[in-house]
């Protein structure tokens, strides 16, 4: 491969996926390079939801709820169908410093467009019927803006407009390093050079801007894993639940069918151990999912930021380096409000959201 193009996007998830069908969609000339099948990193380690409420973060909130009104509109554009089913998000707080801290944080959170409340430990379980009576609870942050969704068909809806849009997806072709100041992008296929490179390639996302001359500060990449009971035939019919975040142990749960999908931060490198602590976990806050196996169901690896803010910034040019990567598993909620912003960083155009706060520079 020995080809030119305007721009070149760097990771098939639905980050660069998101980017490149906007700069497409505005006319640009895009080539996206993936080492894999589009969406085979991060995104397919997710739980399918798209929700608005980052505790501590309403930066990560702000991009969220605009991507919530993309995804809304996803039918229109990019012209793809998209299941949206409304289930809520909330999150049990049992230490008075957790409550302390969601209720001086509502103002911001509200000025980024989130719908959040506190709510009692009555009305937590109300919500949730299944946590266990037991359970030490002081209160809860509840939003009704979250939704289950499916990353498969969102990855689809962005790759398939990106192609009307004019731009070219290659898959099965690794980027070996960057020359930014060339704008040359060396793969295993050859060289392909560019007015603008973008750097959005999730756990890879470090040394490939490093051979590109910035430092993005990223965590080393983790593993997520997610987990999946047996069917429960004994709570048939499973009450309707929101998903929920148990705060202090960072046990996530969701219904998924007839069955609940379940995760709890990053397994370790023995992964028996940890599971054996999600069933523990499980257990004390849910006592009617207690002895229920649970099943390896998805898992990947994420990029992560020290702070759990995704990095959004460009090195002008020409030619440009743009990049888009530490999203701390945050990345299915910003997708489309990402892809905006890097589009207009490209074009130069005032962004929708002031990108200072998301630059490298914030970590120095």
């Known amino acids: 491969m020995n080809a030119q ?23 640009v000339r895009t080539v996206l390079l993936e080492r894999g099948e589009l969406g085979s990193g991060a995104s397919k380690a997710t739980a399918d939801v ?23 509109a996803f039918g229109a554009r990019p012209a793809a169908q998209l299941p949206l089913r409304q289930v809520g998000y909330l999150v049990l707080l049992s230490e008075p410093e957790q409550v302390a801290a969601v209720e001086a944080e509502l103002p911001a959170q509200r000025a980024a467009g989130v719908r959040v409340e506190l709510v009692d430990a009555g009305e937590a379980r109300r919500l949730n019927p299944l946590v266990g009576g037991d359970l030490p609870l002081l209160a809860a942050a509840w939003s009704p803006q979250a939704y289950v969704s499916d990353t498969a068909a969102i990855v689809a809806g962005y790759a398939e407009g990106a192609r009307r849009a004019g ?52 965590t080393e990449p983790v593993a997520q894993e997610l987990l999946l009971t ?3 035939p004994h709570l048939s019919p499973i009450p309707s639940v929101p998903v929920t975040l148990h705060a202090a142990s960072g046990l996530l749960m969701r219904l ?33 999912l207690a002895g229920t196996a649970l099943h390896p169901a998805i898992s990947g690896v994420r990029d992560a930021s020290p702070d759990r ?6 090195r ?7 990049y888009a990567a530490g999203f701390s598993g945050h990345g299915l909620c910003n997708a489309p409000a990402a892809g905006e912003l890097v589009r207009d960083l490209y074009l130069g155009k005032d962004p929708w959201l ?8 914030r970590a120095g």
């Open 230 to 232: 047996d069917p429960l």
């Open 309 to 314: 803010t995704a990095f959004i910034g460009h």
């Open 316 to 322: 002008p040019g020409p030619p440009a380096f743009l």
């Open 256 to 288: 998924r069918g007839d069955r609940i999908l379940i995760g709890m931060g990053y397994p370790d490198r023995d992964k028996a151990a940890w599971r054996e602590r999600v069933a523990d976990r499980l257990a004390a806050t849910y006592p009617s």
């Open 167 to 218: 731009a070219k997806l290659r898959t099965g072709c690794p980027v070996l390093s960057v020359d930014a100041d060339r704008g040359r992008v060396e793969t295993t296929d050859g060289t392909i050079t560019a007015e603008a490179v973008v750097c959005a390639a999730g756990a890879w996302s470090a040394p490939l801007a490093r051979s590109a001359g910035v430092d993005l500060p990223l």
């Open 354 to 361: 002031d990108a200072a706060g998301l630059t490298v520079e």
């Open 5 to 27: 193009a305007q721009v070149v996007v760097i990771g098939g998830g639905v980050i660069g996926l998101s980017i490149a069908y906007h700069l497409a969609e505005a006319g």
């Open 50 to 72: 798209v929700r608005s409420y980052f505790a501590g973060n309403p930066v990560s909130s702000a991009m969220a709820v605009r991507s919530l009104e993309a995804y809304r």
